[in-house]
């Protein structure tokens, strides 16, 4: 019999679990200082839990653990590691050192259902969505785990169609029961689900990202399809509604694609429609995909692009390209992972 894993419940979760096994109340918060705070590996650890409690445990559950079956190094030191999941497929996490700190980029589900053409995940189809065991086993089981200071959700997937397992993995990072970091710490990026928005804004305190590449309707239905049922406007309303302590950050993330998105008319329209809101503007370079025309300004139009939009007010900084020489776009291991199992 397939054990269920007590590694990504959260307080109530582990409460229900207790109680149906009979356990004291106090149980659950030991449990979970023995998962999320001693960092154990097994229930046999659990040393202040009775012999007969860790038996019982023992019998339904494990801790749930699984380490990265595959890892590939940059020369930049960023490093990307392939995790198992849903039984039989594969997801991507990075880890990306700085100077001084150490961010983890996890993945929210197997492939995606949005389709964006510039992706190599959109392009695998959609296979499944993680359980908060498996967002968190990314993050536990990375071996520079100790080292992390940020976490971003901008792996495989789109988190807020997955929010309530997304949440859950927040709740535990979040709180003085689980990994009790800051919510400032960690950053969830969305193509802009409006409500799977409304529900993360309104149930966490972490950053959202919004992926933006393009302020027209037209242009971004064709990049990100999901714009055809959640458009861009109905996602600025919402943040410009939404009462945003001064700890939250609002962030737009804009892929530059050369002579698509990168003109003095982008720039123009971008002001246009971030008008009001107190939000940053993250320039990417676009990491070119197998079988894609899309192309990558140089440097010089990058930084030209995002001095006229500081220009015009609006806070832009270019994101370092890392791990160029290790598949880094989000999607391309994992996808030579998946062509491999099917030739097998
Ligand atoms: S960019 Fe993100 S949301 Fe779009 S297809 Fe890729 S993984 Fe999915």
Known sequence: MQKEKLYGKTINEL????KRLGMPGFAARQIADWLYKKEISSIEEMTNLSKKMRDLLSAEYEIGLSAPVKEAQSADGTKKYLYQVLSDKFIETAYIPDEDRAT???????GCKMGCIFCMTGKQGFQGSLSSNEIL????????????TNMVYMGMGEPLDNVTEVLKSLEILTSEWGYAWSPTRIT????????????FLEKSRCHLAVSLHSPFDEERRKLMPV???NTVREVLDIIRNFDFNSQRRIS????????????????????KILN????????????????SEFQSPNLAATINFKEALNAKGILT????SRGVDIQAACGLLSTLELNKSVQR
Request: with cysteine; charged share 20%; glycine share 6%.
């Open 15 to 18: 409460i229900a679990v207790t």
């Open 104 to 110: 983890i980029c996890v993945s929210s589900q197997a």
């Open 137 to 148: 086993n990314q993050f536990r089981s990375l071996p520079e785990f100790r080292s992390l």
């Open 188 to 199: 969830v990026s969305t193509v802009g689900l409006i409500n799977g928005i409304k529900e």
């Open 227 to 229: 714009q055809r049922t």
């Open 252 to 271: 737009f993330e804009y892929i530059l694609f050369k002579g698509l998105n990168d003109t003095p008319l982008h720039i123009k329209e971008l002001a």
């Open 276 to 291: 009001g809101i107190k939000c940053r503007i993250n320039l990417i370079r676009f990491h070119p995909i197998p079988g």
């Open 317 to 320: 900084t270019i994101r370092a």
